[in-house]
């Protein structure tokens, strides 16, 4: 097991050994001189075929912060034969003998294709709805400091399921950690047997009060001319997250970049129960942990699931 | 041999078979047989070591061997005109005889579509000098696939259509469907149905359930396919039309078929050996050769689906043999096409899957592996004598494992590929001629075998 492809890949004891490895990475980013030679002369190339701020951003951090060697590619487009051009650009870039490849892609599956084709150690940062397993790592983590144990914590993720990678690997992580999931949308964007992956379903926020964490997603505009629902005023409505619906105790968590007014109030956005900021923080400790467990250390992801 | 099927013309067979076990069902063949072919066709069939061989014969040592009618597909996609880069006559037939199918009917979806008596006649002429088993050709219901006009269906027909199909695609219209249900009254022909609502299958591009709600990607739900059985059994029923039903893939629609056969509507249908023994849970690993439409679906569906091709609700076996170039399946999976080759695996997997399994006799998949030619209005093949001789000898002791050794079809993208299945098809004749042979036929010293 040399990638990180999906969630799936890995075992509780796997997880909690990477957020071990990013609490002293963390500890690195709080120093003046925030870098540790752990990759010094490697490469790591970052991949993205999709619009990414934070991402994007914060891999590079956590690959400069390790002193690897990095090359960041962006390729936005459209072109309909992506997945040809995909293979013609690993198998280039394999070429440079990168140690890792960071990926973000449009397409379901698209990180696993390229770990079909390179040498190089794969990290999924994103293909299409399927999953973003840093993403979900960054979130335990950033929980886990806060809670100790994600053990019996009841996480709701409200919004959008549908459209989701987000929502996906963070219903399985925080599963794998241990607690207690709802996903809360629409009924036209949570995706049918969603209970499958080990999760309630619910279509209203009544019962929002039982949550120790709210988990929200991010309400994309062109859901609406999809009719996935009616206006973004009435989910606004029904789901927006304000400081009304939550309590004083419930933690609140976004993945960023927040709709303000749409999906979360203003007041909520700002209120000192979001962990918004500490999620983005969290983003490059873990991110350097994962980096490194792939590329230096190994016995985490030995221990798949 | 048989109307409206065409292929080249070789030299006929003349064969000795000793010691077959013939299956055939519709012969009421269950036993040990020698079986004489002359002149390409069944001249004679005798107990184990009766018939002599006559100078000039070949003589094929069956013992342990199954002798079986030649399989009809009748749902293939051979991609010529137009995409020969995937398939064509040569290769298409090539994967048939290697699959035991003595006889296939090809799809118009090609480019251009075969949707006017000039395009069919070329492919007619082609077939004549390329096929290696006899091909029917289907023309399409509406002018480009586009569900807007109707072709020119009597003249198609005088031009050798089996029948009708806008295969790939529904068609949405149903007063465009209506209205070539009645023309069929003039024009004969069966008219095909790909049935599947656009509005509810979207962009899907995989089963809509567990597994695509685990992966992210959007889903076909059942109901895109049953309700446009339904409403064309309904039609067809209104209009005593003749309409067979293409690749059924849920329980649902199994349902909506057996309710309109009762209610008398005229329809027949086919079933996908994918989609009786694969599941939507081989679409977890994300690979391209699992992506067809429709899509592979729950193992409720695939059970529904044995139990009526049993009962005989499902009339047949087709392959939906659908080749596509490697750079094609090659790609992230929403973005591949969809598709899966079938006819060089079908009868191996049938056999393994369901009768190895206790799911289905054998006797009863031969019978659905042969009743696609009574869709289309022709014989099914049978070893009886004086029939042209169809067959073909299978190995059922013999394990191989699918792909190991190339395949006959330009293409890869079996779904089967790299399974261990038993069966392996040993020798064809179509239309009286050796279609097929296997390699270890050839290479096993057959010097006394003049195939």
């Avoid at chain 1, 979130?139 to 886990?144: A, S």
């Avoid at chain 2, 597909?73 to 398939?87: N, S």
């Avoid at chain 2, 050709?137 to 806008?166: N, V």
């Avoid at chain 2, 395949?407 to 299945?421: E, I, K, P, T, V």
Wanted: charged letters at 20%; aromatic letters at 4%.
């Amino acid at each position: 097991m040399n990638h990180l492809i999906s969630i799936d890949d890995l075992s509780r004891p796997g997880i909690e050994w990477i957020l071990d490895r990013a609490e002293s990475f963390a500890e690195v980013a709080g120093r003046e001189i925030k870098k540790v030679p752990a990759l010094r002369g490697r490469t790591v190339v970052n991949l993205f075929y999709e619009a990414s701020t934070r991402t994007s951003s914060s891999f590079e951090l956590a690959a400069k912060r390790l002193s690897a060697d990095v090359v960041s590619i962006r390729s936005v487009g459209s072109s309909v034969d992506k997945g040809e051009s995909l293979k013609d650009t690993v198998e280039t870039l394999s070429a440079y003998d990168p140690a890792a490849i960071v990926i973000r892609s449009p397409d379901v599956g698209a990180a696993q294709l390229v770990a079909s084709w390179t040498a190089a150690a794969v990290i999924n940062a994103g293909d299409g709805k399927h999953e973003h397993p840093t993403q979900a790592l960054l979130d335990v983590f950033t929980l886990r400091r806060k809670l100790g144990s994600l053990d019996g914590a009841r996480i709701w993720i409200v919004g959008d399921v549908l459209h989701s990678r987000v929502a996906r690997s963070n219903i399985l992580a925080f599963n794998r950690m241990g607690a207690d999931v709802t996903v809360c949308g629409p009924p036209t964007l949570l995706p049918r047997e969603i209970e499958s992956l080990g999760c309630a379903a619910t279509a209203t926020l009544e019962r929002l009060h039982e949550a120790d964490v709210v988990y929200v997603l991010r309400m994309q505009q062109e859901r609406m001319r999809e009719s996935f629902v009616p206006s973004l005023r009435e989910y606004a409505i029904r789901y927006q997250i304000d400081t009304a619906r939550l309590r004083a105790e419930q933690i609140l968590m976004h993945p960023g970049p927040v709709n303000r007014g749409v999906e979360l109030s203003a007041e909520a956005i700002d209120s000192p129960q979001a962990l918004i900021g500490e999620q983005v923080k969290a983003g490059v400790a873990v991110r350097m942990a994962v980096l490194y467990e792939l590329l230096v250390g190994a016995p985490a992801l030995a221990m798949a699931a | 041999m048989l109307p409206r099927l065409y292929h080249h013309p070789a030299a006929p067979a003349e064969l000795l078979i000793t010691g077959a076990h013939v299956v055939d069902p519709r012969a009421q063949l269950d036993e040990v047989h020698d079986i004489l072919v002359r002149d390409g066709h069944i001249a004679e069939l005798g107990s184990p070591g009766s018939l002599p061989a006559p100078a000039g014969a070949g003589v094929l040592d069956a013992t342990g061997k199954h002798a079986f009618p030649g399989f009809v597909d009748p749902h293939v996609h051979l991609r010529t005109p137009g995409q020969e880069y995937k398939e064509d006559l040569e290769t298409g037939t090539a994967a048939a005889a290697a699959g035991g199918f003595c006889a296939v009917i090809a799809m118009p979806n090609t480019s251009p579509v075969v949707d006017d008596a000039a395009i069919l006649g070329s492919l007619v002429q082609h077939a004549g000098r390329a096929a290696r088993v006899p091909v029917g050709f289907l023309a399409s219901i509406t002018r480009g696939l586009r569900g807007e006009e109707l072709t020119e269906m009597a003249e198609l027909r005088d031009a050798g259509a089996l029948g009708f199909t806008d295969d790939g695609k529904p068609v949405v219209s149903a007063g465009m469907l209506r209205k070539a249900l009645q023309y069929q009254r003039l024009a004969g022909g069966v008219i095909a149905l790909h049935e599947e609502d656009p509005a509810l299958s979207g962009d899907g591009v995989m089963h809509e359930g567990a597994v695509s709600a685990r992966l992210g990607l959007a889903g076909i739900p059942t109901l895109s396919e049953s309700t446009m059985v339904a409403r064309d059994a309904a039609l067809a029923r209104y209009e005593d039309a003749r309409v067979h039903f293409l690749h059924l893939s849920c329980s649902e629609s199994v349902q909506a078929l057996a309710q309109a056969k009762q209610a008398g509507a005229r329809v027949s249908a086919e079933a996908c050996p994918h989609h009786l023994t694969l599941t939507d849970d081989a679409v977890r690993g994300l690979d391209s050769r699992f992506k067809m439409n429709p899509p592979l679906r729950t193992d409720g569906d695939r059970r529904a689906l044995v139990e009526a091709l049993r009962s005989g609700v499902i009339d047949c076996v087709a392959t939906d043999h659908a080749p596509h170039a490697r750079h094609e399946k090659e790609a992230p999976f929403e973005r591949a096409p969809m598709g899966t080759t079938g006819l060089e695996t079908a009868f191996a997997a049938l056999f393994t899957e369901l009768v190895l399994a206790g799911e289905l006799t054998l006797p009863t998949l031969i019978e659905r592996m042969t009743a696609g030619a009574a869709v289309y209005e022709l014989a099914p093949p049978r070893i009886a004598p004086g029939d042209p001789a169809n067959l073909c000898i299978v190995d059922l002791r013999e394990q191989f494992e699918v792909g190991a050794d190339g395949y006959a079809s330009r293409s890869q993208n079996c779904c089967f590929h790299g399974r261990a299945l038993r069966g392996p098809v040993m020798l064809t004749l179509a239309a009286g001629q050796v279609a097929f042979r296997a390699r270890m036929l050839t290479e096993a010293g057959t010097g006394a075998v003049a195939l």
